[in-house]
């Protein structure tokens, strides 16, 4: 981003004025939307077009307008980065540890009982930042993470969010649509060939036929790929592609309410899982898990299209103005099913937690 433009984006932030920045998997342009008042807009008809930010629980879907809004795009501009900006600290707190470890194990038991096949359990770890400016975290996130879609989202009602992720929810134009099945984690290792369990390939099996099931009453045409290797920063997932074209009549509003939550972030069957989370995980997750993306409007080609993602690898960072003291929120977790292992799910949510914290740190 130029100073000047950048600058014009401070200032937004400065007078509590909402904003979103964003850049698309493997793009080469930021695109941004200055709001022009602090109202909090939400989708009413599913016909508004602008951007939208969702929760993983509840029905108001926030809406950044495009007809209330100044629209800037720009180049990416890469920054130097030193292997000193980009530390990989480790996390030792043992009493989280041992929640989570009793929550994966309560969600087993729970899958054992037979109400449901998956539930995805997650936590939010805090830590204190030091000189932390978010624009330089939404820089180094796109650019550590060129296949992932990268934003910067700010709302005085909502707060600061950041985060960087690969998993599309829905894309869908006139012509066609396009969704993806991703579950499963490892640690990526260029030097060696990504090995699947029968847990992960379980699980993502869990989660294409769930989506196949939804999309093949609404499609009049619908091919799914067989699951290959996604690479997310220095993680790798199982990820198989699904696309077609709808049967006439198909709206965004039903097609919403089917994707999401998906397996992915919630569990199989959805109603049993998603019971679970809120009665057992002990926090508000807000919009982690949720999704975001241009809804209605591609802002680039001023096409008419939805493009969202799911709200994963994301941080919601608090300032305390009084101190000018800033304190990062990370939201990380991973799907369980009757095969997981208690210590290797712990291991999962660290190596994701990695993934935020060298941006931050």
């Known amino acids: 981003m130029t100073s000047s433009t950048l600058q014009k984006f401070r200032q937004q932030f400065d007078q509590q004025l909402p904003f979103v920045l964003y850049r698309k998997p493997n793009g080469n342009h930021v695109i941004g939307l200055l709001q022009r008042n602090q109202e909090l807009y939400t989708i009413t008809n599913f016909e508004e077009k602008g951007f939208v930010f969702a929760p993983f629980d509840g029905d108001k879907l926030v809406l950044i307008p495009q007809n209330q809004c100044e629209i800037a795009m720009m180049p990416f501009e890469v920054l130097e980065l030193t292997q000193n900006e980009l530390p990989t600290p480790e996390i030792s707190d043992a009493v989280a540890k041992e929640q989570h470890i009793q929550l994966v194990e309560k969600a087993i038991q729970q899958i054992n009982q037979g109400d449901c096949s998956k539930i995805v359990i997650s936590r ?103 699951p290959y290797d996604l690479k997310a920063g220095q993680l790798i997932h199982l990820k198989s592609d699904i696309h077609g074209t709808f049967k006439t009549g198909t709206d965004l509003r039903k097609l919403l309410s089917i994707l999401h939550p998906t397996p992915a972030v919630c569990g199989f069957p959805k109603e049993v899982a998603k019971s679970f989370i809120l009665q057992n995980e002990g926090y508000d997750r807000r919009y982690y898990s949720g999704f975001l993306g241009e809804f209605n409007i591609d802002f680039q080609s001023n096409e008419n299209a939805t493009d969202l993602f799911v709200n994963l690898r994301c941080v919601q960072i608090e300032t305390d103005e009084m101190s000018n003291t800033h304190t990062a929120h990370i939201y990380v977790g991973g799907g369980i099913t009757a095969q997981s292992n208690p210590g290797s799910e712990w291991l999962e949510t660290v190596n994701k937690a990695t993934t935020i914290k060298k941006v931050l740190l």
């Open 124 to 226: 939010k770890e805090t830590l204190p930042l030091v000189d932390f400016d978010l624009f330089v975290g939404f820089q180094k996130l796109a650019q550590l993470y060129p296949s992932a879609f990268a934003y910067c989202l700010y709302h005085p009602k909502v707060g600061l969010w950041l985060g960087a992720f690969s998993e599309s929810l829905l894309y869908v134009n006139e012509l066609e649509f396009r969704t993806m099945a991703v579950a499963g984690t490892q640690v990526y290792d260029e030097n060696a060939i990504a090995i699947w369990g029968n847990k992960e390939m379980e699980e993502q099996k869990l989660v294409t036929d769930f989506l196949v099931s939804k999309l093949e009453d609404l499609s009049a045409e619908l091919h799914i790929s067989k």
